[in-house]
């Protein structure tokens, strides 16, 4: 997971609560990103942020909001407009220029109840 | 639209076999082809990725096969043990003038028997 940290590793909501997750990297990275997961199924790209004070929706954004203020941290707000909440989210980042891997945190399970 | 489609969902080896997981792809302006392999509760993490430029990359057990002209790629796993029973994701980015994004496979669940 090195070097990226995600918490809550457990995340409980009840309906119509906004909730955020964190993740947090010390590699220096420009880019960071965040996925959602479902059982059984790929990683859906929701936001990604090549640098601080910009992001950009990815595939499924509608739902969600995040910010960029500093270039170590990306927070996720899963807001009550999001359908279906409940899903794995995971956290990434990248170095933009020359590097493509991403490397992902550990994540955070959302269960909505 | 899936971009990257990977087969089989699932595949049970006997330990000291075989795994074989393929995946293809649409977009030619893909040029960096990793692989990820996720235990049950974690992120993944990097297995071992190539290029366009070579038709083979081999790291240990793991090997990557590529295709360019058929646009596909596949992961070998050559003496599978019980310890790489895991999801595989397959995944493609058209690099950093795209601020590297990757578009990922469904996922491979690789159970190897003992």
């Known amino acids: 997971d090195g070097g990226i940290t995600q918490s809550p590793k457990y995340l409980f909501r009840k309906e119509g609560q906004n909730v955020t997750l964190s993740c947090e990297q010390n590699l220096n990275h420009d880019a960071m990103y965040w996925y959602r997961q479902d059982p059984g199924q790929g990683l859906r790209l929701i936001y990604y942020?090549?640098?601080?004070?910009?992001?950009q929706k990815g595939d499924i954004a509608e739902g969600y909001s995040v910010s960029r203020e500093k270039k170590e941290s990306f927070p996720l707000t899963v807001t009550s407009a999001q359908k279906n909440p409940t899903a794995f989210y995971l956290c990434?980042?990248?170095?933009?220029?020359?590097?493509?891997?991403?490397?992902f945190g550990p994540g955070t399970r959302l269960t909505v109840l | 639209q899936q971009q990257v489609k990977q087969s089989p969902q699932s595949l049970i080896v006997q330990k000291g076999g075989i795994s074989i997981i393929n995946c293809a792809y649409e977009n030619t302006a893909f040029d960096y082809f990793p692989w990820y392999q996720q235990f049950p509760g974690k992120g993944p993490a990097l297995l071992i990725a190539i290029r366009p430029d070579v038709s083979e990359k081999k790291e240990g057990r793991f090997t990557i096969s590529f295709n360019k002209s058929a646009k596909q790629f596949s992961l070998h796993i050559m003496d599978s043990q019980p310890g790489d029973s895991a999801t595989y994701f397959c995944a493609a980015s058209d690099g950093p003038n795209a601020g590297n994004m990757l578009t990922f496979g469904g996922g491979t669940r690789l159970m190897v028997k003992p």
């Open positions: 990434a980042s990248s170095i933009v220029a020359g590097g493509d891997t991403q490397y």
């Open positions: 942020s090549q640098i601080v004070n910009d992001f």
